[in-house]
């Protein structure tokens, strides 16, 4: 039997789409049934037939067209049923918007009944009140059910129409069909059943009904527990898809992890050498200037010596020149004996070993394995932690390799496991694992060690020991990990102001988002962007003219409305105002978008940068070389040129929340450097060295400790300087998913917003060494 909750109201039936085609979207009309039990107009599935088969528009399964055409599918009589309940409930002969009586023409010869009132459900007419009154009168429809005409059109008896309903006869108009005959499984009416079924065993319909219920009931039984399987297999398969996208997620997480744990331990050796590397040329040039101040002495007192014996033989008497012979000649004497030379001057220049694997393309640190998924209950056995799990391998130099479930790890050359989160190992000779790649170390010439942030130590090919600074070891030193070719130019290497400093701060991935909304007829290209409110950024989209508001989770915050006709450019914002620079014009809105003023700027500039100060009632706005300064009036408060030159183009403005005396950092795009200056514009300090890789300085921001991001595009970089400008290495690079980034800022001091070209937001955790 079908489940209560399983079976359809005849109430749901008639208000669905149940009547109505898939192919027309209409009312059905001549519904016709597949065998796929699909049902569809006649004139519908007569446009599908080709070459003698049609395809089911909702299951695409293909049926053959019978010889005679589709008019010889199977009629829905179920349908068809229906089908007359709603077209009575809609009405049928109308006089003046109202139902006509069915019976007044027949009796009076008039041309249209009076208006109805009631409906007989058995003879499926309406009748006025008269003739309503009269049927329940008469021998022959005294039994029939009429009932009141504005009841049935609210469908208060549609379940005692539909009993009391009969389906009519295709052959024979206005002949119902009753009984079933069983060899030709044909419904028949009463002329149907004379000829040609006269000698074939017949059924009236509710008893044939009774006899083939059974059967349909079993087989839909085995249908339901078809579904049950079904829908058990469907939800396994959903289970198995969400097992793998969390062990993908996990395996990525590891991937991420491995991968910057391998970076960070490159970088510390690069720290390393690089330290080896500027002690030896201190030492060489400590050495040679001993050299050159001797050599420059000892040449000093023979051209003295030479010029006096020149100027004596030139110039002297007889007497005079025979009185100084023996002085002269003895000291002269002296001067060849003794060696021009201190001794073989060293020639050791450095030179850089790569390992091989470094260079090798089809060298790979990482790889993934995958095996067959085990069942919940297979998996059970093995462990919570394991169930569906990838194998993933590590492969060591010897060829061999390891299998863990679950992530992937980078081996070391005897396959030791890298430690998780921050540790990292740096691959060595005997295999030596190095301490947290966050704690940088680097040996003395004492042999001991300085604090844990400050210096790297990398262990040497013999037992991990240390070489002295500025010495040299007995054997070569190799980089023995398996790292992949990368063709990333880096950032020169920090100078020595980092000695002691400790590791940079460096980046944890928070989210990412896109920043195109439904409205927008465009994809956005985002100018400017800064903090709005407590963890929330505000959105410059230039090409859609709209200032965009996004928390930093990316959850969409609404709009702040602008002037018809701007697109902003940069902008910042103040104590309950928003600052923007559009075209040659500097706006101040109010948040719900009311223009407080504009003032017109230069026109020989493309784009204005604008920042606000820390005190948060003024605006700073770059103008053709030189900086303007509004208060909240939109009076000029101060005007200054960076440095004193006129020919500074800045691009990007943001001021250093950690100075007292105003300090500001901008991207000069005509000098190509950064320039940092204090509160009355002059310079503090100044890059422009080779980490700007040649590329024209982006966009800049600043941390709570006032270290300095600039964003190189050309290179998909985001470099990092210290508070007086000097660049103190990379920060963000394609690695980080950067690609073509256009500007940064900086939220709540700790969290780094930077926009790409194609509208994405990537948000990021600035993560202090000492945290």
Known sequence: MVSQGSAPSLLEALNSDFLACKICLEQLRAPKTLPCLHTYCQDCLAQLAEDGHLRCPECRETVPVPPAGVAAFKTNFFVNGLLDLVRARAGGDLRAGKPACALCPLMGGASAGGPATARCLDCADDLCQACADGHRCTRQTHTHRVVDL????????????????????PQHPGEALRFLCQPCSQLLCRECRLDPHLDHPCLPLAEAV???????????????????????????EKEALARLREQAARVGTQVEEAAEAVLRALLAQKQEVLGQLRAHVEAAEEAARERLGELEGREQVAREAAAFARRVLSLGREAEILSLEGAIAQRLRQLQGCPWMPGPTPCLLPQLELHP??????????????????????????????????KTQSWREDGTQTEKHGGIQPQSRDGAQTPKEDRAQTPQEDGAQTPKAEIAKTPQEDGTQTPKE????????????????GGRSNKKKKFKGRLKSVSREPSPAPGPHLEGSGLLP????????????????????????????????????????????????????????VPEGCSPCSVAALQGAVAFSASARLYLISPDGEVQWRRALSLSQASHAVAAMPSGDRVAVSVSGHVEVYNMEGSLATRFIPGGKANRGLRALVFLTTSPEGNFVGSDWQQNSVVVCDGLGQVVGEYRGPGLHGCQPGSVSVDKKGYIFLTLREVNKVVILDPKGSLLGDFLTAYHGLEKPRVTTMVDGRYLVVSLSNGTIHVFRVRSPDS
């Open 150 to 169: 504005v009841g049935y059109r609210a469908g208060w008896y549609d379940e005692e129409a539909r009993e009391r309903q009969a389906a009519q006869c």
């Open 210 to 236: 009774r006899a083939r219920r059974p059967g349909l009931e079993e087989l839909l039984a085995g249908v339901d527990n078809n579904l049950a399987e079904l829908e058990a297999s469907r939800m396994t």
């Open 357 to 390: 694997g470094l260079l090798d393309k089809n060298c790979h640190l990482l790889r993934l394995s995958f095996e067959e998924q085990q069942s919940q209950k297979d998996g059970g056995k093995d462990g919570a932690g394991t169930k569906g799990c990838d």
């Open 454 to 469: 400050a210096r790297a130590q990398t262990p040497q090919e013999e037992g991990g020991a240390l070489t002295p600074r």
């Open 506 to 561: 460096r980046p944890v991935f928070s989210c990412s988002f896109p920043t195109r909304m439904p409205g927008d007829k465009r994809s956005p290209r985002i100018t400017g962007l800064c903090p709005f409110g407590p963890r929330e950024i505000l959105v410059a989209d230039e090409q859609n003219r709209a200032l965009k508001r996004f928390s930093l989770n990316g959850d969409y915050k609404g709009a702040v409305p």
